[in-house]
């Protein structure tokens, strides 16, 4: 079970890193995500950079084909916009459910670190 939670923090990890080097056009539009490259230059094995290319799937900032792999999206500016915006209510939502369930202390401790911003 210990595992199964390091491999998807790594993958949610790598994908980022992955989404990262696709928004600056390290990774143009088009471009092949090769499984095996992509574990080398990050440093990990292949089944959490599959994990992490399913998760960008699933964003649509790559396609995923058969017998061709992953291939960077070309997306579009308005594609590009929907999704910060659903990303942007998604994080809402998040956050909403995280205050509604926090404890006084967690509740305080957010206050403090709040305050040490300030």
Do not use: W, Y
């Amino acid at each position: 079970m210990k595992t199964t939670t390091t491999n998807q923090t790594r993958a949610e990890r790598l994908a980022g890193q992955i989404s990262n080097a696709i928004l600056t056009g390290e990774f143009p539009p088009g471009a092949r995500l090769d499984e095996q490259q992509l574990a080398g230059r990050f440093g990990v094995s292949r089944t959490p950079v599959r994990e992490a290319l399913r998760q960008l799937a699933t964003s649509g900032l790559i396609d995923l084909r058969p017998r061709r792999g992953a291939l960077v999206a070309a997306v579009t500016q308005d594609e590009l916009q929907t999704m910060f915006a659903a990303m942007a209510e998604m994080e809402a939502a998040c956050a909403r459910l995280s205050a509604v369930h926090m404890t006084p202390a967690e509740r305080q401790q957010l206050q403090q670190l709040q305050d040490t911003m300030a």
